[in-house]
């Protein structure tokens, strides 16, 4: 197990440019194998999650190279076949290859997935969906056992109970090659399905209505890539350096930014008074002081990501007066707030709503990473902190953010990864 080591209190300062969207690039993955030829993505962030689904993939005879930004993937001699727990426990986006197995071969045999413990977040959405394109569905000793009837998988129209990310993907992978059209209503609109779409879209499938609330798929026989897919910006990580930058920047310029996937989040770093300067595709972040509380409800996709209630919260606790953060998607992903108080944060819970007071200064601590938001949220604390920060479980950072340690050295962060090891014999020092 390694940690991360900050020493805080340093102003941040430079260029950083964010990588590919990690919530696109774990659905683009299991969509290649429903391509008939070899596929190649631009723009994949070098994280975790990556290698993890390689390895999958790997298990499947699918070969795939990943050298700088550039992921090539060869589905052409793909052999179905069970994927047990072990990795996909580790991963919750694996989930994708039910859709996509369901799609390709007709039936799928996918251990239930695992990935951040942020409360609870089942599956049945996926599970009708996949029903009503005919596909029986069984779980057996923690495996789902998927398998579409003799004919194939058959259009339908699919009403969701609720706005699922999820759902929407995993159902648009098993009908992109389903007999007649299929319609998902109440479809999640985020930008990563957009991304999943047009890369579908341009091997030959016929997806229409992405990015509103009703999705029109008209199945397709085959797929074939003529060109490589270039992978959107991360909007979360995007927004995590946009927060870092406020809360201990002196003057950073943010590079590969689509401001339009973040608009919800701006307009809050707006309201309490961050000043920042847009370009094309771009933003500078001006060294920010008296700032002002705000109200933060997250809600799906245009609104405020719950991806994205974590990484602010430090840049909160450096305004004044008292601000809340209430998650209408995750209310019991509060697992950072503990930590932060072990840091001289003035937070609270009540009521699953995170209450938060000015901080007059954080002090560095030992502290947990236990998922990916929290543990961001946490190098931004340990970066504003006086004093040494130890975070433990990075590797749940490391699987969602691109080349971490380089960008924040690029921006003079005193940051590094230790083993445990080495943090032991400091201590006994």
Known sequence: MKKMRIQGGKPLSGTVTIGGAKNSTVALIPASILADTPVTLDGVPD????????????????????????????????????????????????????GALLGKFGEAIVGLPGGDDIGPRPI?????GFEALGAQVTNEHGAMYIKAPAEGLHGARIFLDMVSVGATINILLAAVRAKGRTIIENAAKEPEIIDLATFLNNMGAQIRGVGTDIIRIDGVDRLE????HTIIPDRIEAGTYLAMAAAIGDGVLIKNIIPEHLDAFLAKMEEMGVQLDYHEDSIYVNPSDHLKMVQIKTSPYPGFATDLQQPITPLLLKARGEGLIIDTIYPKRVKHVPELIRMGADITIENDVIILHHANQLFGAEVSAD???????????????????????????????????DKLHSLGAQVEIIDDVEQISITSR
Do not use: W
């Open 47 to 98: 994280i975790r999650d990556v290698h993890n689904l390689m390895s999958i993939l790997a298990s499947m005879h699918v070969t795939s190279t990943f050298t700088a930004d550039i992921l090539k993937i060869d589905p052409t001699q793909i052999v179905p076949t069970p994927l047990p727990n072990g990795r996909i426990k580790s991963l919750r986006a694996s989930y994708y290859f039910m």
């Open 124 to 128: 049945d959405q996926h599970i009708k």
């Open 371 to 405: 998922e990916i938001r929290a543990g961001a949220c946490l190098m931004t604390a340990g970066l504003m902190a006086q004093g040494e920060t130890v975070i433990s479980n990075v590797e749940n950072i490391l699987r969602g953010y691109d080349r971490v340690v």
């Open 225 to 228: 890539a003529h060109n490589s």
